[in-house]
């Protein structure tokens, strides 16, 4: 089928509502078929004209102030490329065929930016709603005209209100991009560690501003050894993301030289101290050691990460759990636990977005990860992290970032 051909110029001309369109210099470059009617201008007394020289204010009226407010909102445009809706404002018209004679005129404008491909703005959209006539009374008893002020004032705020949560809705969405983008690069798919299997996931929440501060890392150690983590920051947004990827890093490194995972919690919460947003942050650092068939933990405030057997049995490793950084208002030593593991074993650690719910207890989500770990533990480490996020996941998605690494022992 072939593609219709469309007309803008006859579509811009047709569009309901007066509509014009102006140079940075505040210049006319069109306008459309309802602006010349409603304003009372015919084409040629608009177009390469200055918009003021066309529409002087009234030289008589104390309150005239429209001139000055809308040249204020049209150079915002131009300075900041963002639409602009004004209040409703009087702006008298004189009389084309009577000279000297002002027309009373009530408008709500909204200038918009049309950007260039440089990201400059190119042109104004001036579009303005003639609402005059829900100012002036028509007659007969009941109609007040200070209720008709009131009334198109409530109106013009109402826009304005749309056009802030618009204007809002947009930045969210900007700044939801860039944390997502943020965290991607701090969170890449991990490296093989050494000849392990092992999968990670991370799911953001829904919602504009709730991606958050969950982050995962594997740590080649030397000997056939490996230190995985997995946090959460408190908060939401950029700023979130930011701490993140510095608690992260930290976290990483101290992890090289540390001598165990309490260690390693221990250096990073003495960093986390200097760290603005890193209080209350939870983190789980865990130590593999496949010489020994060891799992070596320590845990500040964080769930516990779940061991599935080779039997078929899982525990919760929960016996060296310690408050989130910050907490204690001195440094104190962090617990630390082992436990040892056979061959075919499954270890997975995660964030709370995984297991908890709001209006539940901690508990169920446990239950609910360790019921669906023991179905279908045997899977790979690949299909494993999807049949959890399935079975412990909302379908319709999560008001919490969530985090998951699984690793085959």
Known sequence: MRKPQI???????????????????????????????????????????????????????????????????????????????????????????????????????????VLGPDGDVVLI???????????????????????????????????E?????????????RDREVALALQAAMLPAPTPVGHHRAAVRYRPAVGALNVCGDWYDLVDLPGDRIAVAVGDVVGHGLGAAGV??????????AARVADGPARALEALGLYARHVDGAESTTVVKVYIDWATHTITYSSAGHPPPALL????????????????????????????????????????LYTDGLVERRYEDIDAGLDRLAGSLVRHGQAAPEALADALLADLLPATGNTDDTALVIIRL
Request: a negative charge; hydrophobic letters at 40%; proline letters at 7%.
């Open 244 to 253: 993140m990827g510095q608690l992260r890093s930290a976290l990483s490194a």
């Open 161 to 173: 209100l749309q056009e802030l949560n618009e204007r809002l809705r947009r930045t969210q969405a």
């Open 125 to 159: 959209v001036h579009r303005v709603e003639e609402v005059t006539e829900l100012i002036h009374a028509r007659g007969g008893p009941g109609n007040d005209r200070s209720a008709r002020v009131l009334e198109a004032e409530l109106y013009t705020r109402a826009r």
């Open 7 to 113: 007309d803008y110029a006859a579509v811009f001309h047709a569009l309901p509502g007066m509509v014009a369109l102006l140079t940075p210099d505040l210049v006319y470059a069109d306008a459309n078929e309802d602006f010349l009617r409603l304003a009372g201008r015919s084409r040629e007394q608009l177009m390469g004209r200055y918009i003021f020289d066309v529409f002087p204010e009234h030289p008589d009226e104390p309150a005239a102030a429209g001139m000055r407010e809308t040249r204020a909102s049209m150079l915002r445009v131009v300075a900041t490329g963002e639409r602009d809706t004004m209040a409703l404002l009087r702006y008298d018209i004189e009389d084309r065929e009577r000279p000297g004679r002002w027309l009373e005129h009530y408008w709500s404008p909204v200038n918009a930016p």
């Open 309 to 348: 057997h080779h039997d078929g049995t899982m525990t919760f490793l929960d016996r060296a759990t310690d408050p989130p950084l910050g907490a204690r208002p001195e440094h104190v030593p962090r617990p630390e636990a082992s436990t040892a593991f056979t061959e075919g074993a499954t270890l997975v």
